[in-house]
Every structure is written in structure tokens, then in C-alpha cells.
T-cell receptor, first 113, second 115 residues
Framework: DAKTTQPPSMDCAEGRAANLPCNHS???????VYWYRQIHSQGPQYIIH???NNETNEMASLIITEDRKSSTLILPHATLRDTAVYYC??????????????FGKGTLLTVNP | DAGITQSPRHKVTETGTPVTLRCHQT?????MYWYRQDPGHGLRLIHY???????DKGEVSDGYSVSRSKTEDFLLTLESATSSQTSVYFC??????????????FGSGTQLSVL
């Protein structure tokens, strides 16, 4: 699986958009970009994933650059409850019996009032 | 929460005692996973299962065993607990089929302290 690089921490004002970057310059053509988050003392929560097109769901948007070497997770209107560690993970999709995700250290996003 | 229940939520035990953690799911998912989470190490995969009686090792499997005798339950056993196994343990299930749909859903975790 490709390695990812994320800033260790970021701050965002409540109500503003939070833009979390992820670098995955060694990504392969069949590897997906996944985003999860973990609110303190809870289990990780799936947010979104994509291959090459931009994706949007009720939680966030995922913007993947044309060369796929980086991506940005966008929380359009951050709230205090969005304070969490955000993990960017690159993984081959549909990996069969050995499908698993490797979590790095992620980005601690702090949303301030 | 994808119907995942971990038990117990908290456990304190002594070094050398056996410990079993249980992960129960209600949605008949084939794939289940056990992770541990420690400060400075993030989430690390211990073992996973791809069906009844089908399991495989993750990156930190030493000192752990697992069993899956029925689809809904995935058990993690520490045969002889050590202080280095003090951690938060998360169970996960894989939902969806095909690359466009697959994702993991996690349980609420078990806080294990080995004294």
C-alpha cells in the first residue's frame, strides 16, 4: 500500500470549511484513497473514499488531484463535534481475503469556537 | 454502528492470566478484524477473519490468538496477558462488496489494563 503524509495537527474556526491535505505520491493506479476519523476514545468512523473522481457525501467532500498524488478532505461547515484525528489511507480496493487498512498517525483537527 | 458490540468495555487483569475479548455483529458480515491502539503507534492490525474458521495474522499477532466458530462472533484471546498488551482493542467489520463500496466499521473498543 502507498504511504501517506499528513500534517500532525490543524486548527479550524467553527462554521468555516476545514481542508485536510494528504500526500500520497507513490499511489498506484488501482489504489483508493480512504478517509476515516476518530473522535476521542471512540472507534474510527468511515468518512469517504474515492479512486480518481471527486466524491461528496453527507459528511464531506474528497478532492483528488488529477495526478492522484494528493487529496484534500473538506468538511464544509466544521462544528466542535468535528474535532478528531483524521486518517488518510491508501489501499487497493476489493482486496479479497487479505483486505485490510493500515492506519498512520493522522491529523488532529481542532475546531475552535 | 453497523451492529457491532464489543465486550467487555473495560477490563483490568493481572499478568499471566488468560483474557478473551468478544466482538459480536448482527449483520452477517464475512470479514472481521481486531486492531489495537496505543499512543504513538496508531491502530495496528492483530488478526482478521474472512469467514467461519478462516483467520489470518496481522502485523502484531504475537501473543494473541483468535477464533471464529460462527459468523457473528470473533474472539480475541490473550493466552497469558502481559503488561505490553495493555491497550485499547477495536473490532471492525467490512461492509460492502466491490472496490467502490467496501469500508470498515468499528466497534466502541475495549480498554484492557494488565497489571
Amino acid at each position: 500500500d502507498a504511504k501517506t503524509t499528513q500534517p500532525p495537527s490543524m486548527d479550524c474556526a467553527e462554521g468555516r470549511a476545514a481542508n485536510l491535505p494528504c500526500n500520497h505520491s507513490t499511489i498506484s493506479g488501482n489504489e483508493y484513497v480512504y478517509w476515516y476519523r476518530q473522535i476521542h476514545s471512540q472507534g474510527p468512523q468511515y468518512i469517504i473514499h474515492g479512486l480518481k473522481n471527486n466524491e461528496t457525501n453527507e459528511m464531506a467532500s474528497l478532492i483528488i488531484t488529477e495526478d492522484r498524488k494528493s487529496s484534500t478532505l473538506i468538511l464544509p461547515h466544521a462544528t466542535l463535534r468535528d474535532t478528531a484525528v483524521y486518517y488518510c489511507i491508501v489501499r487497493v480496493g476489493s482486496g479479497g481475503s487479505n483486505y485490510k487498512l493500515t492506519f498512520g498517525k493522522g491529523t488532529l483537527l481542532t475546531v475552535n469556537p | 454502528d453497523a451492529g457491532i458490540t464489543q465486550s467487555p468495555r473495560h477490563k483490568v487483569t493481572e499478568t499471566g492470566t488468560p483474557v478473551t475479548l468478544r466482538c459480536h455483529q448482527t449483520e452477517n458480515h464475512r470479514y472481521m478484524y481486531w486492531y489495537r491502539q496505543d499512543p504513538g503507534h496508531g491502530l495496528r492490525l492483530i488478526h482478521y477473519s474472512y469467514g467461519v474458521k478462516d483467520t489470518d495474522k496481522g502485523e502484531v499477532s504475537d501473543g494473541y490468538s483468535v477464533s471464529r466458530s460462527k459468523t457473528e462472533d470473533f474472539l480475541l484471546t490473550l493466552e497469558s496477558a502481559t503488561s505490553s498488551q495493555t491497550s485499547v482493542y477495536f473490532c471492525a467489520i467490512r461492509s460492502g462488496t466491490g472496490a467502490t463500496n467496501e469500508k470498515l466499521f468499528f466497534g466502541s473498543g475495549t480498554q484492557l489494563s494488565v497489571l
